[in-house]
């Protein structure tokens, strides 16, 4: 079946580059997202691309979708302590409510 | 800036018994979801709700659960008997539009069935 799959664990450096992969198996995939949650809070939607984009950039953050190899990524220039947190992909198609999630990937953002 | 929120953070019941799980969505949202995450595991949709019923639901999502909006504000989740295996935290979105990435979670809650 569907699934997006993700590593759980992440650890750079305050001031490097974070970079976190996602794969999903839909090819009918419509919709990517970025969810952040920080420790007792909910999921916070970061940002999203739609299927026909292969780039999106907001402010630190850059998200590359590779259609061809169902392969989503998250870059974070310049990562702070405060970027430390649990990074979920989704994905979701055009008609459903539903999204489908990866496990999360921890980032740990050392001084 | 509007928020979901979520009634209890933590809920401990007993095996067999019945909870319900409260959400606040944001005022103007039109839709409704809850998702589950079991410990470690990832986060999985249930269902989704507009009008007044349920648009959406998953295999997970079956007679042991229900949804309501008995009033303008609140949006409830009910397992009539709970077993271990619904210990998990339950989170509530809302979002304005019927597209997923209008979605807005709440912080969740965590149920804990002993």
């Known amino acids: 079946g569907e699934d997006v799959e993700q590593s759980l664990f992440l650890s750079v450096r305050e001031g490097d580059s974070s970079v976190i992969n996602c794969t999903y198996t839909?090819?009918?995939?419509?919709?990517l997202y970025w969810y952040k949650q920080e420790p007792g809070a909910g999921l916070q939607l970061l940002t999203y691309i739609f299927s026909n984009m292969d780039m999106k950039q907001d402010q630190r953050l850059t998200v590359l979708l590779n259609k061809k190899d169902k392969h989503l990524s998250l870059r974070i220039a310049d990562t702070q302590t405060g970027d430390s947190a649990i990074y979920f992909c989704a994905e979701s198609l055009y008609n459903n409510n539903d999204m489908r999630f990866g496990a999360g990937t921890r980032l740990t953002v050392k001084p | 800036e509007p928020e979901v929120t979520q009634t209890p953070s933590h809920q401990v019941t007993q095996m067999g018994q019945e909870v319900i799980l409260r959400c606040v969505p944001i005022s103007n949202h039109l839709y409704f979801y809850w998702y589950r995450q079991i410990l470690g595991q990832k986060v999985e949709f249930l269902v989704s709700?507009?009008?007044?019923?349920?648009?959406?639901k998953s295999e997970i999502f079956d007679d042991q659960f229900s949804v309501e909006r008995p009033d303008g504000s609140n949006f409830t989740l009910k397992i009539r008997s709970t077993k271990l295996e619904d210990s998990a935290m339950y989170f509530c979105?809302?979002?304005?539009?019927?597209?997923?990435?209008?979605?807005?979670f709440g912080p969740g809650t965590r149920l804990t069935v002993t």
């Open positions: 839909d090819s009918s995939s419509t919709y």
């Open positions: 709700f507009y009008n007044n019923e349920i648009s959406e």
């Open positions: 979105a809302s979002s304005a539009g019927r597209h997923s990435y209008e979605q807005y």
